[in-house]
T-cell receptor
Framework: GAGVSQSPRYKVAKRGQDVALRCDPI?????LFWYQQALGQGPEFLTY????????KSGLPSDRFFAERPEGSVSTLKIQRTQQEDSAVYLCASSLGRRRGQGDGYTFGSGTRLTVV | GIQVEQSPPDLILQEGANSTLRCNFS?????LQWFHQNPWGQLINLFY???GTKQNGRLSATTVATERYSLLYISSSQTTDSGVYFCAVVGYNFNKFYFGSGTKLNVKP
């Protein structure tokens, strides 16, 4: 598609439930990022893929968070045993660039708003 | 990481007014983008501007990389300009965005 697509748009989970969030990047984009945005704050980095390789997962807040991109296109962010503090908007972004630190434009998806009750 | 500071945190304008938003960053960068987050949460890319000046309609942006700041100018503001404006940077030794805390703009009719 023309943009980065994320699904579902909204997700309500009961505390302790596992959730899976999907990101379809722009076709051909090598780099894919996940960000977490708490209410009233700027997005914060979670993890980065270059093709299927997860090169940086330093932002994942705990071992309950897991991300994958097995074929180098679609990515899934999984959160196990959700807690209330996981409530946030999860944003996915992709870019064409492959070199570390390369400057080019990033395109963000509309995000998934996760509410844990 | 890179520290990104945006000012002002909140801004209220009357429709038709002009404004300047500022972004300061703590290290050299090879990517700087301004985003507008609309009320539905979508981050819309406004400018990719690691240095220099760009204009797009009523919006323009200038980045002075040597002095580590960027400015976003909004002229003749409209109610549809309301939302949160984020500055985000990527450093030479990183491959991820560091975001500021945003400027929340409210344009009143």
């Amino acid at each position: 598609g023309a943009g980065v697509s994320q699904s579902p748009r909204y997700k309500v989970a009961k505390r302790g439930q596992d959730v899976a969030l999907r990101c379809d990047p722009i076709s051909g984009h090598v780099s894919l990022f996940w960000y977490q945005q708490a209410l009233g704050q700027g997005p914060e980095f979670l993890t980065y893929f270059q093709n299927e390789a997860q090169l940086d997962k330093s932002g994942l807040p705990s071992d309950r968070f897991f991300a994958e991109r097995p074929e180098g296109s679609v990515s899934t962010l999984k959160i196990q045993r959700t807690q209330q503090e996981d409530s946030a908007v999860y944003l996915c972004a992709s870019s064409l660039g492959r070199r570390r630190g390369q400057g080019d434009g990033y395109t963000f998806g509309s995000g998934t708003r996760l509410t844990v009750v | 990481g890179i520290q990104v500071e945006q000012s002002p945190p909140d801004l209220i304008l009357q429709e038709g007014a002009n404004s300047t938003l500022r972004c300061n960053f703590s290290d050299s960068v090879n990517n700087l983008q301004w985003f507008h987050q609309n009320p539905w949460g979508q981050l819309i890319n406004l400018f990719y501007i690691p240095s220099g000046t760009k204009q797009n309609g009523r919006l323009s942006a200038t980045t002075v990389a040597t002095e580590r700041y960027s400015l976003l100018y909004i002229s003749s503001s409209q109610t549809t300009d309301s939302g949160v404006y984020f500055c985000a940077v990527v450093g030479y030794n990183f491959n991820k965005f560091y975001f500021g805390s945003g400027t929340k703009l409210n344009v009143k009719p």
